[in-house]
């Protein structure tokens, strides 16, 4: 079994996820009523998950590649359809590309320890995701302003 | 020129400069393609590269190419694209042929 | 002209710490290859034949004198004493070592210019009409939508993984000088019979392998739902585009794949989810955005001395007819300033030529310069009482050339010479073209004429789009060259059809020589330009004089 590593905004953490049971986009249907972790991979259908929602505990989407960018555009498109839990990016993804996931929707990187020691917890540009300084942000505000 | 004349260099681009350089005989990487090992049969090129592919810290991308005994044996290019690299641009007089290549890798 | 403000600065600073550190990593090994080939592509680098290759940005074609200088300095300090401008409006230096880059792109922020997304995967810099806010057909200045589109592209976290390069080009007139029916999005400026602005936005366009015009997939965009709408097609382009096959990766395979149709109502779907988080943006910072970019006032220079040229120098009068165009104002002309010199190569300007462009700019042209998507400079806003002294000075730099528009003004890519991606070289077949006609004293004969040479399938040299299009292959080693008739990169776009079998290095000038003497025996008046002419004719009489059936036999 291969340990993941978890990088959040206060650096790296064990999984707490370790050993839960996932399940697939087309098995969420027959999980109602209970907490669901549910596994995304990049060219899942996610429009008819929306009602199930509330039932869904974490979603974890995965990366089968860094350069696959597929899942920033599938977290962004789950907090449009209004899901508000827990959300992570798993897989291949480099410490660069933390700002992107955090300012696409996602809580957490879970990245294969592999990568872990070779890219450290200081090399994971945190601070700059926390600041949460970008154009598009910029642009949001222009319309916090109006609004 | 059939199969079993073809001759081999190992050869890549160097990681800080990004210039051309090529493996040498004594396993190391030379700026001049003149001074490159000649490979005479494929597998063995090939079990070479594998091992010069792993000095990342040194060099991008190694790749076999085609060569063929020159003068004095020594390696000349094949295609085109690699007499370019051995000897630079063709608009400007710039790269290996204005530079004294011997500056070591 | 836009003029950065302290986010701006503070980003692009920050671009360039990030960038240290990730060189850093490489050399430490915290980074592999791999992973650094996306990051520094994203910053512009590559590694070429010779060298690591830095791309610049020119966001829409503008600088100022001050950037121009700045680019004169790199030159001479990092590289080899010249840059060469692209059909991407963006500036290339082909010899800078890796360790050096970091500060090359401080030496850029410094003047507000950065490398930022000039490739990889992602929105890659803004494109505009070079004749922006001069020209006289135009409707709205499509600088403020680029500007607009350069800072919402700018690091947007979805689209910095995109499953190919996706480019974008505008146009603020009926006269399409940005190519931007060959773009993965053209954007046109328009109003409606109401007065009110807004857009024509077209999808998955573009050259390469697979050669396609774009699709309308909004014939009437209101200006204020711009950025949605962008954003809505770039959703579904990475969630639905190809990632199997990079050459089945750009938007038009999708398009094509999906049917306009369908991706049609995909996007409008995403527009509709989306739009609202776009409410307020198109007020307040668009405002903003469009004075940076109100032209300046135009004052007029008494132009006795320019009559008298004009009258009395046959080279300065054709000079004037050739390279300068109609200005909104009448005592101004737009001036293009060739970068193709007989026998030189396309797009290339020393140190110092640049900074005697950046000085003209400054003394006599509003301190306005634009880099053209033909490899050549402008200077837009030129008093037509200046140009004699502006001409003298372009002729003491070997600026002078009067060729725009004409046979030689040949776009081409830097093929074999520098690309590692390439098949063939470029270069030289534009030198050899040039030179060849120049001697023959045909350039002027011939007329108006677009010929552009790419040296791989790429297509970076725009081929398909040429009157005359050259493609470079590779045919077991040795370099093959196709050419492509009846291209058209103007409003009236069109892709060009390869004509027959490719020719030998050697055998090209001769038949391009065949192909143009056939031209003049075949078109009705001096009037008729080539373009004209193959539509009239077709290819067909244009093939008979590309291959002479003893010309074949001696093959």
Known sequence: MVKLVIVRDDGFHNDDLDGAKFVSSSEVAVSIGEPIH????????????????????????QFSSFENGTGFSLAFRLRQLGYRGRLRAEGHLIADQYPLARRSGFDEVA????????????????????????????????????? | MSRREQFWVITSNHLIEGDAIWL?????????????????????????????????????????????????????????????????????????????SDVSV | MYQYNDFDQAFVRGRVKEFRGQVE????????????????????????????????AIPYGTLDSRQMRRLADIAERWDKGYGHFTTRQNVQFNWPRLADVPDILDALADVSMHAIQTSGNCIRNVTADHFAAAADDEIEDPRQTAELLRQW???????????????????????????????????RALQDSDGRHGYEILIGGGL??????????????????????????LRVYNLYGRRDNKYKARIKILLH??????????????????????????????????????????????HDQFDIRMTGDSAFSEWFKTNTAKHRDNHHAILTISLKPVGGTPGDATSSQMRVIADLAEQFGYNEIRISHEQNIILPHLPLGHLPQVYDRLRDAQLETA??????????????????????????????????????????????????????????????????????????GVENYQITLGGDASEKARIGKRAGPGFSFDDLIPALERLLEAYLELRLMPEETFGDCHRRLGSEPFQRALYPADVQQAA
């Open chain 3, 403 to 476: 060729n725009v528009g004409l046979l030689s003004d040949i776009i081409a890519c830097p093929g074999m010479d520098y690309c590692a991606l390439a098949t063939a070289r470029s270069i030289p077949v534009a030198q050899e073209i040039s030179q060849r006609f120049d001697t023959l004293r045909l350039e002027r004969k011939i007329g108006p004429i677009k010929i552009k040479i790419s040296g791989c399938i790429n297509a970076c040299g725009h081929h398909h789009v040429g009157d005359i299009g050259i493609l470079g292959l590779d045919r077991a």
């Open chain 2, 24 to 100: 040498n005989n004594s396993g190391d990487w030379t700026r001049k393609l003149g001074e490159a090992k000649l490979f005479d049969d494929r597998d063995s090129a090939e079990t070479a590269l594998m091992t010069a592919d792993k000095e990342r810290h040194i060099h991008v991308g190694a790749y076999l190419a085609a060569a063929r005994p020159g003068r004095d044996q020594k390696p000349e290019p094949q295609h085109v694209r690699e007499q370019i690299r051995t000897t630079g641009p063709s608009n400007y007089f710039h790269g290996k042929q204005a530079t004294a």
């Open chain 1, 38 to 61: 549910l596994n995304l991979q990049a060219d899942d259908e996610i429009d008819k998950l929306q009602p199930h929602f509330p039932h869904i505990r974490v979603i974890r989407i």
């Open chain 3, 208 to 233: 390469g392998r697979t050669p396609m015009l774009g699709q309308v997939v909004r014939s009437f965009l209101p200006k204020e739902h711009l950025l949605p709408y962008i954003e809505a097609i």
């Open chain 3, 153 to 187: 592209s700018t690091d947007h976290p979805e689209f910095q993984y995109l499953p190919r390069k996706f480019k974008i080009a505008v146009t603020g007139s009926q006269n399409d000088r940005a190519v931007t029916r060959a773009h993965d999005i053209g954007i």
């Open chain 3, 25 to 56: 990593r490489r050399l430490s090994g915290a980074l592999t290859e791999e992973e650094f080939k996306p990051l520094r592509l994203k910053n512009g680098l590559y590694l070429q034949l010779h060298a690591y290759m830095l791309r610049v």
């Open chain 1, 111 to 147: 990245i294969f320890s592999d990568i872990a020691e070779r890219q450290p917890a200081e090399q994971w540009p945190i601070d700059s995701a926390q600041k949460g300084l970008s154009y598009q942000s910029r642009l949001q505000k222009a319309e916090d302003q109006l609004n």
């Open chain 3, 257 to 302: 794949e999906t049917g306009l149709t369908l991706l049609q109502n995909q996007i409008e779907t995403e527009f509709q989810a989306c739009q609202s988080r776009f409410s307020g943006i198109d007020s307040e910072l668009r405002q903003h955005i469009e004075q940076a970019f109100a032209p300046p006032s135009f004052v007029a220079v008494p």
